[in-house]
């Protein structure tokens, strides 16, 4: 067992949003400035639009519906929840100012810079996220220094979503084909990041604030902040697995 990740890892794969990037955050911070505009409860506003943003990634990821349509679509089924006609809004408008203002939000965590910095000095960073680029590109530029990222795989190039195969297929002919005990992937979502890498024979590391992760698994870690990851590269030596 080792205390740390090992130092034979070439790639280090991130995944963006809650790992990175505070999308919760932002969304809520979009969502009331959303719900003052249209006169509405703020806290019922945005657990209507989580509810309803669910539903559908759901069916992006059933591939009934395309990220572009989505956008449009979410607000359209939102304004019905609170009995509000969408003929009688501007849809595409609404869109675009929470993309605006949900995209300039400053929410890089505390410590991913020196994370993403600290795996780029290790190996190559990659980032593999659940969005497009039109979402996702402001948030890494946001990181002081972007140019540590390789690339970034998202749905505008595979058509799917995590945790499917084929995502993780794409990402590994990016990286060249590596073995995958030479990647690590780092992430908050069990289901989305963790189970599949650890289902490739990747390395893991699960960011998340919960005190113990849902099962015990081999090569995959627990880190409670994105601000702890450094700290798995310094310590490779063996011992006891976090």
Same mark, same amino acid.
């Given at each position: ?8 890892? /070439?790639? *280090? ?10 999308? &919760? $955050? #932002?969304?809520? =911070? ?65 869109? /675009?100012? *929470? ?10 965590? &505390? $410590? #991913?810079?020196? =994370? ?127």
């Amino acid at each position: 067992m080792r205390t740390g990740l090992p130092d034979t890892i /070439e790639w *280090y794969f991130f995944d963006l949003d809650q790992t990175l990037w505070d999308h &919760e $955050g #932002a969304s809520a =911070a979009a969502i009331e400035k959303m719900s003052a505009r249209l006169h509405v409860e703020p806290t019922a506003f945005l657990r209507a639009y989580r509810e309803v943003s669910l539903e559908v990634i759901a069916e992006i990821d059933a591939g009934l519906m395309d990220v572009p349509t989505s956008r449009v679509v979410r607000f359209e089924r939102l304004l019905r929840r609170f009995g509000m006609d969408p003929a009688e809004h501007d849809i595409v408008r609404l869109s /675009e100012d *929470y993309l605006e203002s949900y995209t300039t939000y400053p929410g890089v965590y &505390e $410590g #991913a810079g020196e =994370a993403v910095e600290a795996t780029a000095r290790a190996g190559r960073v990659a980032i593999l996220t659940n969005a497009g680029h039109r979402t996702q590109d402001p948030k890494v530029a946001q990181l002081p220094d972007p140019s540590h990222v390789a690339w970034m795989l998202t749905t505008d190039e595979t058509n799917c979503l995590k945790p499917a195969a084929r995502f993780f297929d794409m990402a590994e002919r990016l990286a060249g084909h590596p073995s995958p005990e030479r990647i690590a992937m780092i992430g908050d979502d069990w289901v989305n990041d963790i189970e599949p890498a650890h289902a490739r024979g990747y390395w893991a590391v699960w960011v998340n604030p919960a005190a113990v992760p849902p099962t015990r698994l081999d090569r995959v870690f627990h880190i409670p902040a994105i601000a702890d990851l450094p700290a798995l590269l310094d310590a490779l030596q063996d011992g006891v697995c976090p």
